[in-house]
Structure formats: structure tokens, C-alpha cells
């Protein structure tokens, strides 16, 4: 039903090359395996230096922007607009001493760093970049691409874990325990934003779903995104969910013992973390690399991930941190019931669409869509009206000050 | 039910520790997040000021009690002189008495913004309301270096007045700060005061009855957000404070949320009050003639006024001498540390940092 799009690079294709490379060379079809393994690690490699890079510019970024909010000036020394100041962090941070505290567990405290930044740079397998030169660019279209960002974003809590435990620190302990706790309780509703998007796009394949958006899924259903980004939030632990590091209360968090090259590796791991989410996100929601012809999808697709990270920063820079119980609760008494009655509406309507004929090749109909759209966006605000004044407010409504009778002195009448 | 048997953990908060504001140390014991027993331990900024003002002359001391609240050296400034100049009867002319009351304000809305920020910084804000209120408090610094070429040390006052007059151009940046600051407190009020997650943070955390701050000897802001109406200007007052209108702002709980607002709404009382004094002020002297070195007469006394932490009073014994046999500061820092066992005990690790950060401390007073 759809033709294979030409390759930009993949798995396979490189698999390909190799094989013919290594039958130029002479030897037989018996290392085939060789083949396999030269792509993966030059799959690997471009992952990883892309990524680091990208992330090395979005410290930069930040950086800049969050001085911007606070009337800073922010890095501005090294290089043109202070651009070489990750890469005179990371030559710094790489020169420090290395330590392991004694009591620390050796291997955990130092598998962690590995364990934290090897599922975020996996995330990147699955995304589909949307084209560049009028080829499709991505590395692996799995049909499984969604269920794989699921599982593997949810070894995070281990890697957490992990760096806390290892550490043998009273407040890498407490950090990594709120982690624990926290990292699990927001897969669910990550979980179930997710499910409404799959319902809409029957199929679990990344290039589906952003194939199946003739209308963004943030118009069709704000609430599955609003629960989506605030899960996602969650997950890599950034204002208003930074318990973890909680740098006002537990000094560092889980990595209040780490230094040197395993600091920058968490470091990395972190700051790539909104990088990721964005490129998830503008998957899922804002139409992957749809947009105006007159740019290629892949600009097209960094500008939406630009808009998400901005974002992002936003709250960042201007938010307070929630206590951990509200956090908790935020998760499962909120969230966790927008979700499922996001899940309950898409349902429904998808349903009705059936009923109507509005299916098509699995996807809604453009028309569909909007109506959907118009209708769950008076259901959201309706919920957000409800939620602010009806749960809300009325806790806050504070009484007006009386004098306490017992130290008045008299100074009543002035 | 069975539960998992747990163990209280002990953790040392501080003395390095980014929201303790200073070196203050913090025995916690930890059941999981909540907290079951806390020890302050402090004393590690002690750096004898009491003992060693035994052998300066009185000016000398005046850059003594700089250093005891760093963030508001003036209000410990015209405390001291006062002490001084009440023990030796001392008159000081007008013209000194409201330029004191003018800087002794600005020096309170500045460690109200201090202390606002810091708040806002340990919930966990990233330090941008703390960025914005430090940058209206460098205007205020900005002014005390007008009146005496320091910012943070100053060491204005003397006793009999202050040490010089003011130079022209203060009066006009006074008018310029004055008519943007309620701008500016506004401004901060919409970053700050309706958002959801600060009050979720701050209401009902902390209470402090009025009973409970009372019994404890708690002063300043933390007493009237406890819905105490009680406030030394207006009680037992000193300098001009008589001849100026203002209001004593107070809270309904005493929480967190309260000791916030009450410095907030109180920064702009500290406004009007500037603003009567800058029309009442006239020309004249702004300093009595004094001997270079004052030798009070025998005998004792105390006295305070309202610092922006507190009732911050001193306790000067004279023999008669060049220097003073016993100077005796209440600091309102370290009083008001008094209920933070009560106040924190079954609150949540988060919780005791921001009750921290409200009560306002300074270790260099705390401590001195």
C-alpha cells in the first residue's frame, strides 16, 4: 500500500554496501556477520557524533536562552557568540580526576553513565527525519518504532537508579529513589498519551504515524498532548519534575558524587534528553516533517523541534519545582485520568467514524479529523475550566487577615 | 497489611549545602521523605564580634556590625548608633534622623528582595526571580554608594547622625526607584504570587501559630505573618517614624505562603514611607558634633528598632572608658531559628528547605 521510500541511510542499505565491499575484496559469503557488524558500528558512530554535537549546541543554546530570561548575558567568550563553551566544558570536565568514592559499588557507579545515555541515543534509531535531497532519512523503519521508544526510555529509571545506589550517598540515594518512584509512576501516563495516538494512526510504525497526520494530532486531540508533554517532562526530570537532581535540596541528586568523564557522560545524557523528546514529540503530534513545500520536510521537522525545545526552556527557566508527593499525585490523580478519558474520546469518535465510512487505509479522513478537532478542543478547555475552577482554586482562597488578641498592643486604630 | 520494615536515615544538611544560606548545619532524620527529628547545629561563621567591639572605640564598632547582617548593614548600623547615642545622650539633628529613616527603608526593601528571591530560588525557580530581584536591589546598592561610596559594607551612620550629607544626584535616582518599584512589584507579583505551583509549594506549609511565635520570641515578618500586629515602629517609635502613615501588613496563618506576602506587601510600605519622608525632609546639619573619642557616662542600656528580620537591639554596658565593657547584640536571625524544630517536624524534604529559606536567616548574624 505504500512504496518503499529511497533510503537517505539505513541499517540495511549500509548492510548492503558492505556485503559488496567485502565481495570485492575477495573473501567469501561466509562473513556475511563482518557485514553486519562494519554497519552497525558505522550506524553507531553517526549516532553518536551527531547527537553529541547537537547536543554540545543545545547546552549552548539553553544557556544563552535561560540568561536571556534572567537579564544575563550568558557564555559569551569562547568562539563566535560563545559557542565553544560545551566544548571547553566537556575538555574540562574530561581533565578532572576521575574519582570513586570507597565505598562505592565499582561496577554500578560506573556502568550507570553508559546505562543512562545508551537508550536516550537509541531513541534516534526510530525517527524518522522526514527528507532530505528528496530521500526519506532515517535509520531503521521498524514496525515496531513506538513499543520500542516505550521500552527503552523505561531502562532510564534503572540508570538512575543505578547512580544512586552505586554512589553510596545519602542524597544520591534519596535523589534516585524520588527517580525511581517518579520515572515509573510517569510511564503510565506517557503510556496511555501514546495509546490515542495509535489509535488514530493504526500502526505502531513511526513513518505511519506521521503519514496518517493529514491533520496535526495536536489539533485532534490537545488533551493526549498536554498529558503527553507534561509525562515527558516528567521522564527527563526537568522543572517543574526535577526531584531528582532537586538541586535547592539534595545538592546534585543522583549524581552528587560523579566527576569527571562519567559526570559529562550524565551531563550528556540529560541535556540530550529534550532533544530526543522533541523529535519524539514532533512525531507524534505535530506531523513529523509535514509542512509548506517550499521547504524539505527535514527543516521543517528541526523547526518543529526547535518550537518543542523552546518550550521546554520556557518552563524551565520560569517555573518553581512541585514537592515529590504532588508530583505523585499529579501523575496518578491527574493525568493518569485525562489520559484515560482522552483514550475513551478517541475511542469513541474513531468508533463513530467507522460507522461512517471516515476510514481510510487504516487513517481518518482529513475532513474527519477537523470535526474531531473543533470537538475536542471545546472538551479540553471545558476540562481545563473545570479543573482550575472547581479543584483548584478552591483550595487557595485565603481568609483575610484578623489581628491575633494576643500581642495587639493597642495598635488597632492607626 | 504488612509493611516493610524501614529505617530512619540521618543526613547532615550543610554546612555546605546551596539552601542553607550560608554555612548553617541541619541534622535531619529522615523517615523515607518525611522528617522525623532535626538539629540545627551552627556557629561556624563565629567570628567573636561581641567580644572584640569590647576593645574598639564606639565609631570603630559601626564597621563591626557591618558584618553581622551583610545583606542589610544598615539597619545594624542605626541600631548600634542608637544604642550609642541613647547611652550617652546624644541629639541627633533632623535632617539626619530622615535620611537615616530613607536608607534604613531601602535597606529593608533590598533584603526583603534578598529574601524573596532566595525563597523562590529554593523552591526550586532556577534563579530567575532571584535574578530579577537582585537587579532591583543593585539600584538600591547603587544608592548607598551615592550616600557613601559602599554597597554592602556601608558603615553610613555615626553616632550623632550620619557620616556625610547627601550628594545631589541621590535625590533624583531616589525619585526615579521610588516611582518604578511598585512597577516592579507587581511585576514580580504576576511571575509570583498567583502561580499555581508556589501557592501549591507554600500554603499550609510551615505554620507558625501566633501563640507558638510569640512563646518563641519570633520577630519581624515571621511574627506578623502570623497575624501578630506588632511591629517596633509603630509600638516604640523611634527616629521620625511617628510623623510618617503606613500600615502594618499581616498574614492569616502564618505559613510559608504569608511570610512571603507580608515582605512582599511590606516592601511597599517601605515605598510610602520614603516617599513622605523625601517631601518632609529640610536642609540642615546631619551630624552633632561629637568628641573623637566617646566616653559615655557608667551604666547601661538597650535598645532596638525594627531590622528587616526583626527587633534587632543592643545591650551596651559603659565604664566610662573609650570602648564599651559589654555589647550584647539580639540578633533576630538567630531568635527566630527557635521554632524551625516545630515548624519543619512531619513536613517533606522540599518543605524544610523552603521553611529555611522563609524564615530568612543570615549566618553572619545568626552566628557574629
Same mark, same amino acid.
Given at each position: 500500500m505504500n512504496p518503499t521510500p529511497a533510503l537517505f541511510i539505513s541499517f540495511k542499505s549500509l548492510q548492503e554496501n558492505f556485503v559488496t565491499l567485502i565481495e570485492l575484496i575477495g573473501f567469501g559469503e561466509s562473513f556475511g556477520w563482518l557485514a553486519t557488524l562494519l554497519a552497525g558500528i558505522s550506524i553507531s558512530f553517526l549516532i553518536i557524533n551527531v547527537m553529541v554535537v547537537a547536543t554540545a549546541f543545545y547546552t549552548w543554546f539553553e544557556r544563552r536562552m535561560i540568561a536571556r530570561f534572567q537579564v544575563r548575558r550568558g557564555p559569551n567568550r569562547n568562539g563566535p557568540f560563545g559557542m565553544l563553551q560545551p566544548f571547553a566544558d566537556v575538555l574540562k570536565l574530561i581533565m578532572k580526576e576521575d574519582t570513586i568514592p570507597d565505598e562505592a559499588d565499582k561496577p554500578v557507579f560506573t556502568l550507570a553513565p553508559i546505562a543512562l545515555l545508551a537508550p536516550t541515543l537509541m531513541i534516534m534509531i526510530v525517527i524518522p527525519f522526514g527528507t532530505f535531497l528528496n530521500k526519506e532519512a532515517f535509520l531503521s523503519n521498524l514496525n515496531i518504532g513506538i513499543l520500542f521508544?516505550?521500552?527503552?526510555?523505561?531502562?532510564?529509571?534503572?540508570?538512575?537508579?543505578?547512580?544512586?545506589?552505586?554512589?553510596?550517598?545519602?542524597? *544520591?540515594?534519596?535523589?534516585?529513589?524520588?527517580?525511581?518512584?517518579?520515572?515509573?509512576?510517569?510511564?503510565?501516563?506517557?503510556?496511555?498519551?501514546?495509546?490515542?495516538?495509535?489509535?488514530?494512526?493504526?500502526?505502531?510504525?513511526?513513518?505511519?504515524? @506521521?503519514?496518517?497526520?493529514?491533520?496535526?494530532?495536536?489539533?485532534?486531540?490537545?488533551?493526549?498532548?498536554?498529558?503527553?508533554?507534561?509525562?515527558?517532562?516528567?521522564?527527563?526530570?526537568?522543572?517543574?519534575?526535577?526531584?531528582?537532581?532537586?538541586?535547592?535540596?539534595?545538592?546534585?541528586?543522583?549524581?552528587?558524587?560523579?566527576?569527571?568523564?562519567?559526570?559529562?557522560?550524565?551531563?550528556?545524557? &540529560?541535556?540530550?534528553?529534550?532533544?530526543?523528546?522533541?523529535?519524539?514529540?514532533?512525531?507524534?503530534?505535530?506531523?513529523?516533517?509535514?509542512?509548506?513545500?517550499?521547504?524539505?520536510?527535514?527543516?521543517?521537522?528541526?523547526?518543529?523541534?526547535?518550537?518543542?525545545?523552546?518550550?521546554?526552556?520556557?518552563?524551565?527557566?520560569?517555573?518553581?519545582?512541585?514537592?515529590?508527593?504532588?508530583?505523585?499525585?499529579?501523575?496518578?490523580?491527574?493525568?493518569?485520568?485525562?489520559?484515560?478519558?482522552?483514550?475513551?474520546?478517541?475511542?469513541?469518535?474513531?468508533?463513530?467514524?467507522?460507522?461512517?465510512?471516515?476510514?481510510?487505509?487504516?487513517?481518518?479522513?482529513?475532513?474527519?479529523?477537523?470535526?474531531? *478537532?473543533?470537538?475536542?478542543?471545546?472538551?479540553?478547555?471545558?476540562?481545563?475550566?473545570?479543573?482550575?475552577?472547581?479543584?483548584?482554586?478552591?483550595?487557595?482562597?485565603?481568609? &483575610?487577615?484578623?489581628?491575633?488578641?494576643?500581642?495587639?498592643?493597642?495598635?488597632?486604630?492607626? | 497489611m504488612a509493611t516493610i520494615r524501614t529505617e530512619p536515615v540521618t543526613i547532615n544538611l550543610g554546612p555546605q549545602h546551596p539552601s542553607t544560606h550560608g554555612v548553617f548545619r541541619l541534622r535531619v532524620t529522615f523517615d523515607g521523605e518525611e522528617i522525623v527529628d532535626l538539629e540545627p547545629v551552627f556557629g561556624y561563621l563565629h567570628r567573636g564580634t561581641e567580644k572584640l567591639a569590647e576593645s574598639r572605640n564606639y565609631v570603630q564598632i559601626v564597621t563591626l556590625t557591618d558584618r553581622m547582617d551583610y545583606v542589610a548593614s544598615m539597619s545594624n548600623n542605626l541600631a548600634y548608633v542608637r544604642t550609642v547615642e541613647k547611652l550617652s545622650n546624644i541629639k541627633v539633628p533632623e535632617r539626619a534622623q530622615y535620611i537615616r529613616v530613607i536608607s534604613v527603608e531601602l535597606q529593608r526593601i533590598a533584603s526583603h528582595l534578598m529574601a524573596t528571591g532566595f525563597l523562590l530560588n529554593d523552591l526550586g525557580a532556577l534563579a530567575t526571580p532571584l535574578v530579577y530581584c537582585f537587579r532591583e536591589r543593585e539600584r538600591i546598592l547603587d544608592l548607598f554608594e551615592m550616600l557613601c561610596g559602599a554597597r554592602i559594607t556601608l558603615s553610613y551612620m555615626r553616632p550623632g547622625g550620619v557620616f556625610q550629607d547627601t550628594p545631589e544626584e541621590f535625590w533624583d535616582s531616589l525619585n526615579t526607584l521610588i516611582s518604578d518599584f511598585p512597577n516592579y512589584l507587581d511585576e514580580l507579583e504576576s511571575l509570583i504570587t498567583t502561580n499555581e505551583i508556589v501557592l501549591a509549594r507554600t500554603i499550609g506549609v510551615g505554620l507558625l501559630s501566633d501563640a507558638q511565635a510569640i512563646d518563641s520570641g519570633v520577630t519581624g515578618p515571621i511574627l506578623r505573618a502570623s497575624s501578630v500586629k506588632w511591629d517596633l515602629r509603630k509600638a516604640n517609635p523611634y527616629e521620625i517614624y511617628d510623623r510618617v502613615n503606613f500600615d502594618i501588613p499581616i498574614g492569616s496563618s502564618g505559613d510559608t505562603y504569608d511570610r512571603y506576602y507580608v515582605r512582599l506587601q511590606e516592601m511597599r510600605e517601605s515605598i510610602k514611607i520614603i516617599s513622605q519622608c523625601i517631601e518632609q525632609i529640610e536642609p540642615g546639619p546631619v551630624r552633632t558634633e561629637t568628641p573623637f573619642f566617646i566616653r559615655p557616662p557608667i551604666g547601661e542600656t538597650y535598645s532596638s528598632i525594627e531590622g528587616p528580620k526583626g527587633e534587632l537591639g543592643f545591650y551596651m554596658v559603659s565604664d566610662g572608658g573609650i570602648s564599651p565593657y559589654r555589647c550584647k547584640v539580639r540578633a533576630?536571625?538567630?531568635?527566630?531559628?527557635?521554632?524551625?524544630?516545630?515548624?519543619?517536624?512531619?513536613?517533606?524534604?522540599?518543605?524544610?528547605?523552603?521553611?529555611?529559606?522563609?524564615?530568612?536567616?543570615?549566618?553572619?548574624? @545568626?552566628?557574629?
Open positions: 521508544i516505550v521500552g527503552v526510555t523505561s531502562v532510564n529509571s534503572i540508570a538512575i537508579f543505578m547512580a544512586g545506589w552505586g554512589s553510596r550517598n545519602k542524597y *544520591a540515594i534519596l535523589g534516585s529513589m524520588r527517580g525511581a518512584a517518579m520515572l515509573i509512576s510517569y510511564e503510565i501516563p506517557m503510556a496511555l498519551g501514546i495509546t490515542s495516538v495509535l489509535i488514530l494512526s493504526g500502526s505502531l510504525a513511526m513513518t505511519e504515524i @506521521v503519514r496518517s497526520q493529514s491533520v496535526w494530532f495536536i489539533l485532534v486531540m490537545p488533551m493526549g498532548f498536554f498529558v503527553f508533554m507534561a509525562a515527558s517532562t516528567a521522564e527527563m526530570s526537568r522543572t517543574p519534575f526535577d526531584q531528582i537532581e532537586a538541586e535547592s535540596e539534595l545538592g546534585s541528586g543522583y549524581n552528587t558524587e560523579y566527576s569527571g568523564i562519567k559526570f559529562a557522560v550524565l551531563f550528556l545524557a &540529560e541535556f540530550m534528553a529534550p532533544i530526543v523528546t522533541a523529535a519524539v514529540v514532533t512525531t507524534l503530534f505535530l506531523g513529523g516533517s509535514h509542512g509548506f513545500d517550499f521547504l524539505p520536510g527535514g527543516i521543517w521537522f528541526a523547526l518543529k523541534m526547535f518550537i518543542v525545545i523552546f518550550g521546554l526552556l520556557w518552563l524551565r527557566s520560569t517555573w518553581p519545582r512541585l514537592r515529590i508527593d504532588q508530583i505523585m499525585g499529579f501523575a496518578w490523580k491527574t493525568l493518569f485520568g485525562l489520559g484515560l478519558f482522552n483514550i475513551f474520546l478517541v475511542a469513541v469518535e474513531f468508533t463513530l467514524a467507522r460507522e461512517f465510512n471516515q476510514v481510510n487505509n487504516g487513517s481518518l479522513t482529513t475532513e474527519y479529523m477537523l470535526i474531531m *478537532a473543533a470537538v475536542n478542543w471545546i472538551i479540553t478547555v471545558a476540562v481545563i475550566l473545570i479543573m482550575a475552577n472547581v479543584v483548584g482554586r478552591k483550595k487557595y482562597t485565603r481568609p &483575610e487577615p484578623t489581628p491575633s488578641p494576643l500581642a495587639n498592643m493597642g495598635l488597632g486604630e492607626n | 533576630p536571625s538567630f531568635i527566630n531559628l527557635t521554632p524551625l524544630r516545630d515548624m519543619i517536624t512531619g513536613w517533606k524534604m522540599g518543605d524544610l528547605i523552603i521553611i529555611l529559606g522563609s524564615i530568612d536567616i543570615v549566618l553572619g548574624e @545568626v552566628d557574629r
